[in-house]
């Protein structure tokens, strides 16, 4: 990703990842009249906000958008600058604000000891401020770090920084809650390589990804979100991590990460879904499976129906700081072979890592065995989350993280189908209660999504793009759980000593 940090009268544009500091790019530090504002910020600014093809940039008692790419500084918007006020915050920041931030469906902004939370901006529209605020900074759970205030802030996918003087914080977190704190934070900002720009702190910091994908037209919800592709090209290499920054519940029927996948024209296997699940509410062990079919999604057209135990949780809700992998395994022509689960507690302690095989599994509608040709490489794919199996809805009570997507191949975010590489054009039935955030128009390697169970639940809207889902994953055939017994993926003993002294 690209981010700018603003110190005094210069700039400097920075290449990295999600985590952690990156290299300053060739020709930077620059002045800030790079960004042509005419008189606006000649001396610095106080704050910049990242919302999607607009940026602002806040000075004082005022600010200006500004409409630009990735890139490039972008052109000033006619009628800019503006006051502050405009914004509708009565008095918070009146005179100005220290920091601005990012997070999905709302954004956050800060003033002394204090800041706000904002929904439903976009880039035309400054949104309202949510009940309960200005509210203290020590809500954030930081500590000593940033109690009188905080001077820049930067959302990074999977991650947030926080700049107070010569330290910095990184957190893990959601859209809307404080998250974790990382281990090992606040550190110094000399830790990010910058020589002498910044030494001393920095004033504003801007995420920069460009114009955001337009949700579906539904609006996202558990089992409608995006889905990710490589404009037509058969997808190598993907992954999925899941990280749960806020505790995970659910009251009513169990949860299930899905990585749907949709196969290339012309094989047989068209749906492929491989499943992280929990059977029940009150149901601490984890569950994988792989559930696979032909055309038509009928119980007579499923090619293989597997289910294996993953581990067990130590609580019944999934924790903060909970992570779980879904690693499919490729053949030399692009075909999923198998697929990897992992599961590693809120500790860093691996509760689990199954390994499943297509090949040998049996099979649903024939007799015998899966074979190679029931094997097929993916056009799409695409991350959801409900209940664990027939269509359950998961009635999520708290919860929020990031979906981390990885590929061999730049993903692209499309809310629809297009291209249409693939013969099968249903969704999973599975749904729940959650959001997700938009991502980027621009194609990577490595992109980050936020989750949330919504404080404030969106009002439904009738998809007219998407067809209506009929896909229904699976239960595991009657003993097959059972026979494996609840310890059997574990890769080691000692692992399987700790879990049994736990219950």
Request: net charge negative; glycine share 12%.
């Amino acid at each position: 990703m690209i981010d700018y940090f603003f110190s005094g009268k210069q700039y400097i544009q920075v290449t990295r990842g999600d985590t952690g500091p990156g290299p300053i790019d060739p020709g930077f530090p620059a002045p800030i009249t790079n960004w042509g504002w005419g008189d606006f910020g000649l001396d610095g600014i106080d704050a910049a906000l990242f919302t999607g093809s607009k940026c602002f940039f806040f000075k004082d008692a005022s600010f200006i958008r500004v409409t630009r790419g990735v890139l490039d500084t972008g052109t000033v918007d006619e009628g800019f600058p503006r006051p502050i006020s405009d914004w509708g915050w009565g008095s918070f920041g009146a005179r100005g604000i220290d920091a601005a931030m990012w997070s999905g469906d709302v954004l956050f902004f800060f003033k002394g000891n204090e800041y706000i939370k904002v929904r439903g901006a976009d880039d035309t529209h400054f949104g309202t401020i949510d009940p309960g605020y200005p509210a203290p900074i020590s809500n954030w759970l930081w500590g000593s770090f940033g109690a009188s205030g905080i001077n820049a802030a930067l959302y990074s996918g999977s991650k947030n920084y926080f700049f107070s003087g010569n330290q910095y914080l990184q957190t893990s977190r959601g859209m809307e809650g404080a998250g974790l704190l990382d281990k090992g934070f606040p550190k110094a900002l000399s830790d990010w390589g910058w020589g002498s720009f910044g030494a001393s702190g920095i004033d504003a910091a801007l995420n920069s990804d460009g114009p955001l994908v337009p949700p579906p037209s539904g609006g996202f919800i558990g089992n409608a979100n995006y889905f990710m592709h490589a404009n037509g090209a058969a997808l190598n290499g993907v992954g999925i991590t899941i990280h749960v920054d806020t505790q995970l519940a659910s009251s009513k029927h169990g949860w299930g990460f899905q990585l749907n996948c949709w196969s290339v024209r012309g094989f047989s296997t068209q749906w492929q879904q491989y499943v992280i699940y929990s059977a029940g509410p009150d149901d601490s062990n984890v569950n994988v499976s792989i559930d696979n079919w032909f055309d038509d999604l009928s119980e007579q057209d499923q090619v293989i129906n597997t289910h294996n135990r993953l581990g067990s949780m130590s609580h019944i809700a999934i924790r903060a700081g909970y992570i779980f992998q879904i690693f499919p395994h490729f053949d030399d022509q692009s075909r999923i072979v198998a697929c990897r689960y992992v599961m590693i507690d809120d500790n860093g302690k691996k509760r689990g890592d199954k390994t499943i095989n297509i090949v040998g599994q049996p099979h649903a509608k024939k007799k015998g065995k899966a074979t190679i040709a029931d094997c097929a490489p993916i056009a799409f794919m695409s991350v959801d989350m409900g209940g664990e199996y027939n269509g359950q809805f998961a009635n999520f009570k708290t919860g929020a993280g990031t979906f981390t997507y990885t590929a061999n191949q730049s993903l692209v975010a499309s809310p629809s189908f297009s291209p249409e590489p693939t013969d099968f054009d249903g969704t999973t039935a599975e749904s729940g209660n959650l959001i997700f955030g938009q991502l980027p128009q621009t194609a990577k390697t490595t992109i980050s999504q936020l989750f949330q169970v919504p404080l404030i639940p969106p009002k439904p809207v009738v998809d007219t793009v998407r067809k209506p889902a009929k896909h229904f994953a699976r239960p595991p055939p009657p003993g097959q759980l059972e026979d494996e017994g609840i310890y059997a993926c574990f890769q080691d003993e000692s692992s399987c000593a700790d879990d049994f002294a736990e219950l």
